[in-house]
């Protein structure tokens, strides 16, 4: 099956109205890759600006909260970033994991909420450095997506993203082989779980991805995108890996 590319940024705890200008450029290389989805995921704070400013390209959230409302200080629902201009939101993101001690039954609870509120999720992966050098990585990645996907998850809604923690914001990626390997194990277990749907899932890679390594991370069986951090903060650097896409 073809699935179409993605491409997404995640700007993490960076950006300001001011940085919004660099999705000017962003929004008008997606709009010269025509074959290629182009998402970028912003701070709360800049959902709301930044899809006024460039309605050609879907704005999303970086985390939500699995509850639609109720007395959780501090934290935005998926109904309020919706009405904020998010398209989607990234959930079970490692950073997230790892600071604020989220699960994967966390990553699914949100992909839910996310979903009911009609965005689409992007929902995260990934093994640690410690797991890949005890040959876990497989095994790890496989458990993750069991308790994180929803039953009823297909392409039109839901993504899915492998990213080794130890390769995200450090410059260092796995091995073209090493990155086709989780993309099949991953996209099996999808079959197990929500059948035929899976063909339809994208599963992009993430972590230190940039114009330069783009194209043959790209070209890899299975990877149907990118999930981009550091790359994706400035228009110099994340457009030329939507041209890769392309
Ligand atoms: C990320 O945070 O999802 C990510 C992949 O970061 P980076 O591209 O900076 O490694």
New binding site residues.
Partial sequence: MTRRKLVAG?W?MNGSRATLAELDAIAAAAAAAPGVDVAVAVPFTLIAPAAERAPGLAIGAEDVHEAASGAHTGCVSAAMVAEAGARFTIVG?S?RRMDQGETSHDAWAKAAAAHRQGLHVIS?CGETEAERDADRAERVVQAQIEKSVPDNADGSWFTL?Y?PRW????GRTPTLEQIAAIHAIARAKLRMLIGDAADGVRILY????TGENAATILACDNVDGA??????LTAAKFVPIVEAAA
């Fill in positions: 995640n993490k993101h950073e995260c993203a990213e390769a995200i914001g450090t993430g972590g230190s991805v999930l981009v951090g550091g790359a994706s």
